[in-house]
């Protein structure tokens, strides 16, 4: 037998996250106590109304066959009149609807629709490695651009399709960003499909965090700007909004193409969600909204809280503006450690898991992702543990803001 490692294995480097993630469990298993800022898994149950909607429905007999692929005729109702009220943006909820196994499983099986070998994808640098991994898993070349929404990004993108053979077919944007936590406005996506009219370039927009706004300004879509089904699909995602992780139920909608292509591939690789999770799903799109702006607070009170008790250990945390994590510089007197070290340390020596930005591409050394996940107790816990490491490592709070 071939001892050689499979073709697409050895195009994926080990991934860099699930190293921490390892060392964070193995500490759990041995009895410590890890406050866990790593990953962006939500702590809080959905409404009420919602898990009672799970329940009947799978109390019923006839429940638990196999699903639609492509989602319940509900669901893709109920996702296109999300977008009537919050976007103001008219979907077909046939033809320009697909309820997908969270927005991760939704990417990477478009990428699979839409990818032939050797074409170049453009995916942000720091960015969350589905946007990557997805394409290369698929057999393409991934680019990568700067996840600044400022003039570098519209020069790395011109490069690009100067100098890119063959050029690139598609661009992955995901604002609010993860991990960066940018934002953008209308006028960036209106940039952005005038410009991907001009080179025929298609445009896959994660807007996952499309709720979890802090300054005022909601979240624009893509697909609120005139023309830009022609050339474009967003995903989105039950997760954060109405706080529904392990429940994997995301949406990717608009162009009719690539919806039609994506629906294609699905339905070759599985039944869609548990019905009763798809109509759970439903009474949350369709229901009182309430937990949506409780979650906005709850997460903004959590980010004031991190930046306030972080900075009184001596780490300065940019406060972001939107998504439920803060992209947070390694504290410059420890700062020569790199992100993945720091990050090992910072499990070790303080019981706090964060996420190493090199995980998210190579742009990202020097950053940690930082998820408020945790309640307010926690977080301020979490300040006092660092602030003891820091001690340890005979690195004050005023020092740890210098050079070292």
């Not at 994506?262 to 799109?285: E, M």
């Amino acid at each position: 037998m071939n001892s050689e490692e499979f073709y697409r294995i050895k195009r994926l480097p080990p991934y860099i996250i699930a190293e921490v993630n390892a060392m964070r469990a193995e500490a759990r298993a041995s009895g410590r106590d890890i406050i866990d800022l790593g990953m962006g898994n939500p702590d809080l149950p959905p409404p009420q109304h919602v898990l009672e909607k799970l329940c009947e429905v799978a109390m019923k007999p006839d429940a638990h066959g196999y699903s639609a692929s492509k989602g319940i005729p509900g669901l893709r109702k109920a996702q296109a009149a999300y977008y009537a009220r919050r976007f103001n943006v008219e979907l077909d909820p046939e033809h320009e609807v697909v309820v997908t196994l969270g927005s991760k499983e939704g990417l990477a099986n478009l990428a699979q629709a839409i990818t032939a070998p050797g074409d170049v994808i453009l995916a942000p640098n720091p960015g969350y490695p589905i946007h990557s991994f997805g394409f290369i898993i698929a057999g393409g070349s991934v680019r990568s651009v700067p996840t600044t929404p400022d003039e570098r990004y519209w020069e790395a993108l011109d490069r690009a399709v100067k100098f890119m053979v063959p050029k690139p077919s598609a661009l992955v944007v995901c604002y609010p960003s993860n991990p960066t936590a940018e934002v953008v406005d209308l006028a960036f996506h209106e940039r952005l499909v005038a410009w991907a009219k001009e080179h025929g370039v298609w445009l896959l927009s994660d807007l996952t965090y499309s709720e979890l706004y802090y300054d005022g300004q909601p979240t624009p879509s893509l697909l609120q700007v005139p023309g830009a089904k022609d050339l474009a699909v967003e995903f989105t995602s039950m997760s954060k909004t109405y706080s529904m992780a392990g429940w994997r139920i995301g949406f990717a909608v608009g162009n009719k193409r690539l919806i039609s292509a994506l629906t294609r591939v699905k339905s070759y690789l599985d039944y869609g969600a548990f019905t009763p999770v798809q109509a759970a799903a439903v009474a949350a799109l369709n229901g009182p909204q309430d937990i949506v702006e409780k979650n906005r607070q709850l997460y903004r009170s959590r980010r004031d809280v991190l930046v306030e008790s972080f900075g009184r250990a001596g780490w300065d945390i940019p406060p972001p503006r939107a998504s439920m994590f803060a992209w947070a510089p390694l504290p410059p007197a420890l700062a020569h450690m790199g992100s993945l070290e720091f990050s090992k340390q910072l499990l070790t020596h303080a019981g706090v898991a964060v996420a190493p930005g090199i995980g998210y591409g190579e742009d990202g050394e020097g950053y940690v992702r930082i998820a408020m996940v945790e309640n307010e107790h926690r977080i301020r816990q979490a300040a006092r543990n660092i602030r003891r490491y820091f001690q340890s490592m005979g690195v004050n709070a005023a020092s740890a803001k210098q050079a070292g």
